[in-house]
């Protein structure tokens, strides 16, 4: 009898817990496998910028890095996890620390794809002794995360500061969340700084259009709080960012375009488009939105070109093209599809989209399919004329009516710049990194 009822124990946990568990995790890896390949087919596993790189050889498959990753960027597949879509990544960096085996880091690039990058040491500092990068410049765009590296590299920089009156202790080039994380350690630890920008503060944030919806990690001002959304409008976001402006003092020269740090003896110079500065540390938190890549055709230097769109709803009954691949022309795109009367064209250069989030894309051929947006993949622009565009499409002209150009190319990084002030560039296929 006893034999009886072990028997029906051990079953009743196979049948109403073991079976089921199983179940669920052939699902769980059917529908992994299933995002990887349509990942594969468009292109999705490469990176844009990051990435994890998971060691195989550590891995126990735990799932807890899948879980942690607001992107969708892991899987599990046979027991290991796996990049699913890697164009997904945008550097969050839960999943390093949620792996309880140590067998995840972040990494620029892939073995296909080299990313630039300035030579950054652990602590934000550069090859060039006191010269500090923090924020996208130095590859990672979140916005919290750019904060928390003003942060740091500002509590490193204070370091051995020393009263200078005829210099600066310390200059922030650039006034994006970066710069204002490390303005607000800055005024924590009374230090004699002054922060540039060459626009306003807010870096890329105040270009992106009207009513955007920035989907954010939770951000720690210091001195300020803790902003724990997870999603905001870009005015909403902007007015959070002056807030922290206002209540900590935050002093910015705004407008004043940074064009030469020189390193000294001791300390740096800082030659700007109003004034020559000295510092003792520099912090450079730019991002590369300020240097827009150009396409580089005749005609691209009229007004009707732009490289962002704050207001889609200024332009209606327009004929308009955007050009690029990534998100900022999607959304571009689909808010000026939007607007009455306008004909919007989208050329990009490759045959799929691989770099917008998934529900960019989805978003996109719905405009395609309701007629707001025409695209035109696999073309490049050859001319931009007065009232109107060529586009070259295989071994055909396209030529397009237009009243306006919008160009999302991505931000170059300001490699001239960099070198002048004496920091070396390294291109970074994952863990192989070599000089630029």
């Known amino acids: 009898m006893e034999f009886i009822w072990h028997f029906i124990c051990v079953g009743f946990i196979v049948v109403f817990l073991v079976f089921p568990t199983w179940l669920y995790m052939q699902f769980v890896e059917w529908r992994a496998r299933k ?20 060691d195989e050889r550590l891995c ?27 164009a997904a990544c945008v550097g969050h960096g839960v999943c390093v ?24 040491g652990g602590d934000f500092q550069t090859n060039v002794p006191g010269l500090y990068v923090a924020g996208e410049l130095g590859g990672m765009g979140l916005i919290a995360n750019a904060v928390e590296q003003g942060v740091q590299a500002m509590k ?41 920008d060459q626009d306003d503060f807010g870096g890329a944030i105040r270009k992106y259009p009207r009513k955007k919806l920035v989907f954010i990690r939770p951000i720690d001002f210091p001195g300020y709080g803790k902003v724990k959304f997870t999603s905001l409008q870009k005015e909403d976001l902007v007015a959070i960012l002056e807030d922290v402006i206002n209540k ?98 989208l050329s990009y250069r490759a045959a799929n989209f691989t770099r917008p989030k998934k529900k960019n894309v989805e978003k996109l051929r719905k405009a395609v399919k309701a007629g707001q947006i025409q695209l035109v993949l696999e073309s490049e622009v050859k001319e931009i004329g007065v009232d109107r565009v060529v586009l070259q499409q295989y071994d055909d002209e396209i030529v397009l009516p237009n009243d306006y150009c919008f160009v999302f190319a991505g931000g170059i990084l300001p ?22």
């Not at 949620?98 to 892939?110: I, K, Q, T, W, Y």
């Not at 022309?329 to 599809?337: F, H, I, K, P």
């Not at 490699?415 to 630029?436: E, N």
């Open 97 to 120: 620390p949620a792996c309880p085996v140590d067998a995840v880091e972040l990494v620029f690039g892939s073995d296909k794809r080299g990313i630039d990058i300035p030579e950054v």
């Open 156 to 196: 490193n920089a204070s370091e051995g500061i020393t009263p200078d009156p005829e210099k600066w202790d310390v200059v922030i080039i650039g006034a994006g969340p970066a710069g204002m994380g490390a303005a607000l350690i800055a005024i924590q630890k009374g230090l004699r700084y002054l922060m540039l």
């Open 415 to 436: 490699t001239d710049f960099l070198r002048s002030a004496g920091i070396a560039i390294k291109r970074h296929h994952g863990k192989k990194i070599i000089d630029v």
């Open 60 to 86: 126990m498959g735990s799932a807890t890095c899948v879980r942690a990753c607001p992107e969708n960027v892991l899987g599990i597949v046979d027991g290991q996890a796996v990049l699913i879509n890697t």
């Open 35 to 54: 995002e990887m390949d349509e990942s594969a087919k468009a292109g999705r596993l490469e990176p844009v910028t990051i990435r994890p790189l998971i």
């Open 248 to 345: 900590a003092g935050i002093e910015i020269s705004t407008e004043e375009r940074v064009e030469e740090v020189i390193p000294l003896e001791k300390g740096f110079q800082i030659n700007t488009i109003k004034q020559t500065v000295y510092a003792q540390k520099v912090i450079l938190a730019i991002g590369r939105a300020g240097t827009p890549r150009t396409l580089g055709v005749p005609g691209e230097d009229q007004d009707k070109v732009a490289y962002w769109l704050k207001d889609p709803e200024q332009f209606e009954y327009e004929h308009l093209l955007v050009v690029g691949g990534g998100d900022s022309a999607v959304e571009a795109a689909m808010a000026l599809g939007e607007q009455p009367g306008n004909k919007v064209f």
